[in-house]
């Protein structure tokens, strides 16, 4: 007897040319399929958009048929088991925990293996698995991609996507949305002070459009773009602004009551970093429609010119100021 074992993700909304292959090469060449679902801490990310339940579904109908059709032949293909592992962080107690489902499995089907293999593509478990059951490649069909198959899915807004005016497809985007865990969006505001030759210390403010009110100019941490909320907040500074300057102090942080946000359960985090002015005349860019400085003290007797979300931040940044 010879059981074959399948590590994998299977992050799509079907099984590919890659998926498929490797489970019928697999379960031509042993007597029992086991495969153990890859089961992530995170939920509803671009990379993990699909929970456990619904993997092992759409590889368990797969296999279905092809399994009732085998029955009566001479050499009929044994339907895979489809359980979870899960992420730890760690590659040798993953290891030890994919060992340990192997033997429960055994245990549970009290069968007499001679042979146990753990199957993979050159990218898959098996090149860092150092567990005791012996590994084998088995050729990747190219321009198979997993994550090309969720970007494809992403453009229904530019591309049609077969099946996105059935109720299922929005039932489907409705649970994906519920599933999700509870969110802090991350953003940074750059509170940019400098002093005037007349030795008058002024915060740089700016406004956005369809609004009378002015504000600290700032936004969203970019995973891409920004190391640190720092980052974040020197990098909008200069895009909205034209302005750089340094980082004196941080300041703390604060939910924001932001308008696209009061009926969610998600909302918005916001860091806010002391800075000192170092070049730059202040320029209305990206969605900012006009930036100035303006005295402290005029702030302070007009705090009502502060947009209502900033304006206990604003106080906070001028009482606590390194200045």
């Not at 089907?109 to 199957?119: A, D, M, P, T």
């Not at 109720?167 to 509870?182: K, N, V």
């Not at 750059?190 to 030759?197: E, L, Q, S």
């Not at 190391?227 to 939910?255: F, M, P």
């Amino acid at each position: 007897m010879k059981l074959g074992v399948i590590v994998g993700r299977f992050q799509t909304s079907k099984l590919t040319e890659g998926h498929k292959k490797l489970i019928e090469t697999v379960s031509k060449s042993c007597d029992a399929v086991l495969i153990c679902v890859g089961v992530s801490t995170v939920r509803n990310t671009r990379n993990e958009p699909l929970p456990f339940f619904i993997r092992k579904y759409m590889i368990e109908k797969h296999y279905h048929l092809r399994y009732i059709d085998t029955l009566f032949t001479k050499n009929p293909r044994p339907m895979p088991r489809v359980i979870p592992i899960n992420d730890l962080g760690n590659v040798d107690a993953w290891n030890k925990q994919l060992d340990k489902i192997i033997d429960d499995h055994i245990e549970m089907v009290k069968q007499n293996f001679k042979s146990v293999i753990i199957y993979g593509s050159r990218d898959s478990v098996v090149s860092y698995y150092n567990g005791k059951y012996k590994t084998k490649l088995i050729p990747e069909i190219p321009n198979v991609s997993a994550a090309q198959l969720r970007d494809s899915i992403s453009m229904i807004e530019h591309h049609r996507v077969d099946g996105a005016e059935t109720e299922e497809f929005r039932m489907g985007m409705i649970y994906a949305s519920q599933w999700r865990y509870p969110t802090g969006f991350p953003t940074a505001d750059a509170a940019c002070f400098r002093v005037t030759k007349g030795a008058r210390m002024e915060l740089l403010l700016c406004r956005k459009p369809n609004r009378t009110t002015w504000q600290l100019p700032g936004g969203f941490f970019d995973p891409i773009l920004d190391k640190s909320l720092e980052n974040t907040a020197l990098r909008e500074l200069l895009e909205e602004c034209n302005v750089s300057a340094d980082i004196v102090q941080y300041h703390g942080s604060y939910v924001v009551d932001d308008f696209r946000y009061r009926k969610e359960t998600d909302q918005i985090v916001t860091s806010v970093f002391e800075c000192r002015w170092i070049e730059g005349e202040p320029e209305a860019k990206d969605d900012i429609e006009e930036v100035k400085w303006f005295i402290i003290k005029d702030i302070l007797e007009d705090l009502d010119m502060i947009f209502p979300a900033h304006k206990q931040i604003v106080i906070n940044v001028i009482q606590n100021g390194n200045f």
